[in-house]
C-alpha cells in the first residue's frame, strides 16, 4: 500500500511537472532596462508574455511596459510589481494572493510568510520565507491567450471591433484540510499588449460531496507603497496611492462616474506595517478588492464561481491629462464594445404613424437610430401577439430603411406590489431601497420583467435597449423571491441578473444605454452628468451649461461612452425659450447645439417627435450629419482639453488620434457678443506631430506650423460671435 501510494504520488509530480514545463522563455534582467516607447503616442510592438526565471522558481509576467513576478515555491506570492515606462516599484511587502471566507471561517490563498520590515522587500529575503496554514497552495499553472470576456457583437458604426490581445495565467490551489478537500481555486491574471494593464480574477469550483457557503471572497490583497508620509491623520485624510488606478466590474449607484460608483476597491491600512510613519498606523497602503457586502451564496456540489474582476492600471504620472487618457485606452482595449457610437433621435411618440414619420425622417437627414423615449406609447413589458406583431411591424420598417430601432424600459425608481417589491431588513416591509420603494430583481416580476425584455426584443428585432434604473445595489430581506434566498445574497444574486441582461444583449447585438457603470459587463453608453432641470433653462444658458457638462465628462471616458440631452420639445418646464420648436425659427441655436455635441462626439438625445419641420430645417440636420461623419474617427477620438466654457472668453476641446490621417480636431467656441480674435496654444504631444504639424482652419487650405519644445502650437484664431469655429491638424 505505502508504495502505491509512492507511485501515485510520484506520477502526481509528473503531471504538474508537464504542466508547468510548458515551452515558455526565460526572463532576462536586460529586458526591464529597455525603456518603452510612449505609448499613449506610439503602439508598441513588443507583445505580452510570461517568462521564467533562470532557475524556475519565479514566473514573470511582462509586455515592456510593466513587470509582475511570482515566486512558485515553496508556495506562490508576488514578489514584484514594476511600472518599466518610470521604474516605479509598487510592492513593499508580500501578502497571500487573495482570501476566501467559507462556512464563516477565512482562509488565505497561497503566500509566503516572515517578512519583519513592511517598508521594502530585499530581493534575498524572499528565499527566506516560509509556507503557513494557509489553505490554499499552490500547485501548477496553466498559460492560453486571453479570450474574449463577452461574446459580443455587432452591425453599427464601431471604432473598435477588435478584442483585447495578450496572455492569461492561470496558478491553481488545492487545500490538504479534510474541510477544504475537493475545492478547486484558481487566481487568474491576464495581461494584454500595449498597454501597462492586469485584469485579475478568482474562480473557485466546488467538487465535494456537499454544499458550501461562501461568504467573501477578496480577489486582490497588495501591499502599495504609500503616496505620503504623514504622522497624524486617518485614512480619510490621506492620499491614497497613485501609482496605480484600480478599476472592477462591482459598481453601481447612478453616479455617473466610476470612482464614486466602484463598490468593491478598498484602501486599507495594514497593521503589520509597523515602521510607517503615521503614528497611529492609519497609512491607506493596502488595498483588497471585495465587495462591501458579502456575496453570502451558496456553491452547491458541481457549481462553479467566477469573482468580479480587477483590472490595474500602472500609471506614470500625476497629469490629469494623461492619466484620463490611460484610462481611456483601458476601455477600449478591455471593452471594445463601448466604442459603438449610433447616431440616435429619441422619439415621443404616441402612435404608430409618428414612428413611421420618425423613421422616415432619420432616414433622410443621416441618422442611424431611433429610440423610443420615456412618455411613448411602445411597452417592451407588453407581450401580447398583439403588441408584439405591431413592434415587429414598425422595427421591419425601420430595417427597411437602415435604421436600428430600440425603446426605454425602466426598472428601479417603480412600485410593483409588497410580494415583488424590496424588502427593508430593518423593517420587514417594502422600502428602503435606493429610491425608496423598487422591485426587487430577484423576485417573481422581476425575473418575468427580464424574461420579457428577452422576448420582446428577440421577436421584435429591436436593436437598442435603454435601461432606465437598473439594479442600483439595493438588498432585499425576503425570503420567497425565487432568485435569492434571503438578505445574506441578495445583493450577489441581483447583480448577476442585472448583468446577465447586459451579457445577453451583446450576444444579440443589442446596444445598452443605461444610467449606471456597468460598462465591464456590456452597457455601451452612460448620461455625461447633467442635472434635468436644467434643460428648462434659456437655449442660451443650456449651450455653455453642456459645454460644460461634456468638458467635466470626458477626463475618463471617451466620447462614444457618453450621451448628453437636447429638448426639442418642452422637458421638465420652462417656457418657449427653453425649446428649439419650432425648429424652423431657431436654426442658429438647432445647429449650435448640434454642433457642440457632435464636435465632441458626444451623442445627444434630441427628443421630440421630430428632427425637422421644414426642408431649410432638413438641409441644416443633414449638413451637420454628413459632417459628422466626415471626420466620425477623429471626433470619436479622446479628448485632450483647452479651456472650460466659463462665458467670460473662448471656450474648447481638441480630439487626438496619431493613428489617423487627421491627427487631431479642435473645436472652439466664443459666448461673447462680438467676434474676437485669440492666440490659442494648441497641445499637440498627443496627435504624435512633434516637430511640424500642417493645421487647416475649417476647409480652408492646410498652413505649416512649427511644433515648440513644450509641445505646443501658437496661432491666432477668429471666432464669430456667439459661434464656433474648428480646425484639423494633419
Request: proline fraction near 4%.
Amino acid at each position: 500500500m505505502r508504495i502505491h501510494f509512492k507511485i501515485a504520488g510520484f506520477l502526481l509530480c509528473c503531471l504538474f511537472y508537464r504542466v508547468n514545463a510548458q515551452e515558455i522563455p526565460v526572463w532576462k534582467p536586460e529586458f526591464e532596462n529597455k525603456k518603452p516607447a510612449d505609448w499613449l503616442v506610439q503602439p508598441l510592438t513588443e507583445k505580452a508574455r510570461i517568462y521564467k526565471s533562470q532557475d524556475g522558481r519565479d514566473i514573470v509576467l511582462s509586455n515592456g511596459l510593466l513587470k509582475r513576478t511570482f515566486r512558485i515555491t515553496p508556495d506562490l506570492v508576488c514578489t514584484d510589481f514594476k511600472n518599466l515606462s518610470n521604474g516605479q516599484q509598487l510592492l513593499r511587502t508580500v501578502k497571500p494572493e487573495a482570501r476566501l471566507t467559507l462556512n464563516g471561517k477565512r482562509y488565505n490563498i497561497g503566500g509566503l510568510y516572515g517578512q519583519k520590515e513592511n517598508a521594502y522587500l530585499l530581493p534575498e529575503w524572499v528565499d527566506q520565507l516560509k509556507t503557513s496554514d494557509s489553505a490554499f497552495h499552490y500547485t501548477r499553472y496553466s498559460i492560453m491567450e486571453i479570450k474574449p470576456y463577452l461574446n459580443w457583437k455587432t452591425s453599427m458604426w464601431t471604432g473598435n471591433k477588435k478584442n483585447a490581445q495578450g496572455k492569461t495565467i492561470s496558478f491553481h490551489f488545492a487545500s490538504s484540510l479534510s474541510a477544504l478537500k475537493g475545492l478547486e481555486v484558481s487566481v487568474h491574471y491576464a495581461i494584454y499588449d500595449g498597454i501597462p494593464l492586469i485584469n485579475k480574477w478568482i474562480t473557485l469550483q466546488n467538487n465535494t460531496d456537499k454544499e458550501v457557503m461562501l461568504d467573501q471572497v477578496v480577489n486582490e490583497i497588495l501591499a502599495v507603497v504609500e503616496e505620503e508620509s504623514a504622522v497624524e491623520g486617518n485614512t480619510e485624510q490621506m492620499a491614497t496611492p497613485k501609482g496605480i488606478y484600480v478599476e472592477n466590474n462591482f459598481a453601481f449607484n447612478n453616479a455617473m462616474r466610476y470612482n464614486l460608483s466602484d463598490q468593491a476597491t478598498h484602501w486599507k491600512v495594514d497593521p503589520a506595517y509597523t515602521s510607517q510613519v503615521n503614528y497611529r498606523y492609519q497609512t491607506p497602503c493596502l488595498l483588497e478588492v471585495h465587495p462591501k457586502i458579502n456575496i453570502g451564496i451558496k456553491l452547491k456540489k458541481g457549481e462553479h464561481f467566477e469573482s468580479i474582476r480587477t483590472y490595474e492600471l500602472l500609471q506614470d504620472s500625476y497629469d490629469r491629462e494623461r492619466n484620463g487618457l490611460a484610462i481611456r485606452k483601458m476601455y477600449r482595449t478591455i471593452s471594445p464594445w463601448v466604442t459603438s457610437n449610433p447616431i440616435f433621435m429619441h422619439l415621443v411618440s404616441k402612435n404608430d404613424q409618428e414612428v413611421k414619420t420618425a423613421i422616415d425622417q432619420c432616414a433622410a437627414t443621416g441618422y442611424e437610430a431611433l429610440i423610443l423615449s420615456f412618455g411613448s406609447h411602445c411597452n417592451m413589458e407588453d407581450t401580447t401577439a398583439s403588441n408584439l406583431k405591431k413592434w415587429k411591424q414598425l422595427a421591419d420598417y425601420a430595417h427597411s430603411k437602415n435604421i436600428l430601432i430600440g425603446s426605454y424600459s425602466l426598472f428601479s425608481s417603480r412600485k410593483i406590489s409588497p410580494e415583488d417589491d424590496v424588502i427593508d431588513p430593518k423593517t420587514g416591509k417594502p422600502g428602503g431601497a435606493f429610491f425608496g420603494n423598487a422591485p426587487c430583481l430577484g423576485s417573481k416580476w422581476g425575473l418575468t420583467y427580464l424574461e420579457k425584455l428577452k422576448h420582446f426584443m428577440t421577436y421584435t428585432g429591436f436593436n437598442i435597449f435603454e435601461n432606465d434604473g437598473p439594479y442600483p445595489g439595493d438588498v432585499c430581506a425576503s425570503t420567497t423571491h425565487p432568485g435569492h434566498e434571503g438578505l445574506h445574497d441578495s445583493q450577489w444574486k441581483q447583480m448577476g441578473l442585472q448583468k446577465s441582461l447586459y451579457h445577453w444583449c451583446n450576444e444579440n447585438g443589442i446596444y445598452v444605454n443605461a444610467p449606471d457603470w456597468y460598462f465591464l459587463d456590456g452597457t455601451h453608453k452612460i448620461a455625461l452628468g447633467y442635472r434635468e432641470v436644467n434643460f428648462s433653462l434659456s437655449r442660451e444658458q443650456q449651450m455653455i451649461l453642456n459645454r460644460q457638462n461634456i468638458f467635466d465628462a470626458t477626463w475618463n471616458e471617451i466620447p462614444s461612452m457618453v450621451w448628453g440631452f437636447v429638448p426639442l420639445t418642452k422637458y421638465q418646464g420652462g417656457g418657449p425659450d427653453a425649446i428649439l420648436e419650432p425648429l424652423s425659427e431657431h436654426l442658429d441655436a438647432y445647429e449650435q447645439l448640434m454642433m457642440q455635441y457632435y464636435g465632441a462626439g458626444v451623442q445627444a438625445c434630441y427628443r421630440g417627435p421630430r428632427l425637422y419641420d421644414t426642408e431649410a430645417t432638413r438641409k441644416k440636420v443633414e449638413g451637420v450629419i454628413q459632417w459628422y461623419k466626415k471626420y466620425r474617427d477623429i471626433l470619436n477620438a479622446d479628448i485632450v482639453h483647452l479651456r472650460r466654457a466659463d462665458g467670460r472668453d473662448w471656450d474648447g476641446i481638441m480630439h487626438v488620434n496619431p493613428a489617423l490621417k487627421e491627427k487631431g480636431l479642435v473645436m472652439l467656441y466664443n459666448p461673447l457678443n462680438e467676434a474676437i480674435t485669440r492666440d490659442i496654444k494648441v497641445p499637440v504631444y498627443f496627435t504624435g506631430k512633434h516637430d511640424a504639424v500642417k493645421i487647416r482652419v475649417k476647409d480652408g487650405v492646410a498652413k505649416a506650423y512649427t511644433v515648440d519644445r513644450n509641445y505646443n502650437v501658437s496661432m491666432a484664431v477668429q471666432i464669430p460671435a456667439k459661434g464656433y469655429t474648428w480646425m484639423v491638424l494633419e
